[in-house]
């Protein structure tokens, strides 16, 4: 989830699939984060199509790759879960 939009938990990670594979040009030079847009996948979750329309775009892949990184267990790693610990 990212402020009032929500995505199905493989299909963000389907993102950072694609995020974290297109952020090498060449082994010497890496592709910061914010100059690239997953927009142009062809294999791009369909969810995902109209965050591509928005102004805030960029900011919303980058907010839903970091989120898909923590190595928790999805049930715990979302903030309204309680008693995992």
């Known amino acids: 989830q990212d402020g009032d939009l929500k995505f199905p938990l ?4 389907k993102l950072k699939e694609l995020m974290d594979g297109n952020r090498h040009i060449n082994p010497r030079v890496m592709v910061p984060l914010g100059s690239y847009s997953p927009c142009q996948e062809k294999h791009l979750p369909e969810e995902f ?3 591509c ?21 999805e049930i715990c790693a979302n903030a309204a879960c309680a008693g995992c610990f």
């Open 53 to 73: 329309k928005r102004e805030d775009a960029s900011m919303i892949f980058r907010r839903l790759s970091l989120a898909a990184e923590d190595d928790l267990c």
């Open 10 to 13: 493989e299909s963000v990670k």
């Open 49 to 51: 199509r109209p965050v």
